[in-house]
């Protein structure tokens, strides 16, 4: 099968997959119901998580705009 990109494209564009699973994941956590949980205002889960995602999603741009020279 003929794919319409390099080998090095699919392999950065499924590193960047993974590191934006990797940030949503660290969002998730416990919720907070009927009673108040602090952890919902972790560093974890409103900084680091959305900015791994950020990352993962920035990353795959540049994957699929890579270009071997």
Known sequence: MRYNL???NLILIAISFLVIVIGFAL???EPSGATYNP???S???I???PMMALL???M???AILFKKK
Do not use: A, L, T
Request: hydrophobic share 50%.
């Open 27 to 29: 969002m998730v956590g």
């Open 47 to 49: 900084h680091v998580g």
């Open 56 to 58: 993962g999603f920035v």
């Open 60 to 62: 795959m741009i540049g």
């Open 6 to 8: 390099p080998k090095i």
């Open 39 to 41: 952890d919902i205002f």
């Open 43 to 45: 560093v974890r889960r």
